[in-house]
Every structure is written in C-alpha cells, then in structure tokens.
C-alpha cells in the first residue's frame, strides 16, 4: 500500500502562484507514475500533470500548460505543482494520485489507471 498527503492549497488572487506538495510513504518502491488531478464543484475529475518516477518526463493538461510545473524529489518521495499565473478557473480541490504500473503517455491522464489517491487539497482562486 502507498498513503499520499497533500499540502500547500490556500486562497490566492488571480495571477497569483502556489506549490502543492504530495508526500508519498508506504511501498514507495512499487510507484511508477505520479499525477495531480483536479475537480472543482459540479464537475468531473480532471487530469492536470503527471510525471514519472524514474526519468521524470512530466505530461501536461493543455489547460495548464505553460503555467503549471510538476516536479519530484525522489529523496524525499515527494512531488509538488508549482502552479503560477493562476486563474479562477483554477479553483478546484487538487489530488495527489499514484499508479504502480508504467503508464503509457496516451493514458497518463486516466484516473482509472491510478492506485492511490491523496485526500484532496483545496485551492481559491479569488478574481
């Protein structure tokens, strides 16, 4: 089993940045790919980035791209999202999720592919 938590959401005025962090402990060794999704109230559950664990490729929401950086630290079995320029449409409750398989790029952005999820971390974007 792998146990995620986030941290770092807040309220931010547009334009503004914010990191997440996600820390990961249990079987940690079992983790191939890493992803944050995001759902704002009303909605589905939305793919955002994701990065892989060994080689760090990172894959991108074209929604964020450009604005949002994905990144780890594998000493630390951590991954964060450094999100700038941030819109109000970016306010959403952000989830850390890990897959313990390789995931091709074509399906990173699948929530069914993942394995474990976060508790969520709720991020404001006032305008």
């Known amino acids: 089993q792998v146990q995620l938590v986030e941290s770092g959401g807040g309220l931010v005025q547009a334009g503004g940045s914010l990191r997440l962090s996600c820390a990961a402990s249990?079987?940690?060794?079992?983790?191939?790919?890493m992803a944050w999704f995001r759902q704002a109230p009303g909605k589905e559950r939305e793919f955002v980035a994701a990065i892989r664990w060994s080689g760090g490729s990172t894959y991108y929401a074209d929604s964020v791209k450009g604005r949002f950086t994905m990144s780890r630290d594998t000493a630390k079995n951590t991954v964060y999202l450094q999100m700038n320029s941030l819109k109000p449409e970016d306010t959403a409750v952000y989830y850390c999720a890990a897959s313990g398989a390789y995931l091709p790029a074509i399906v990173v952005q699948q929530r069914l592919k993942y394995d474990y999820w976060g508790q969520g971390a709720q991020v404001t974007v006032s305008s």
């Open positions: 249990g079987r940690t060794l079992s983790i191939y790919t």
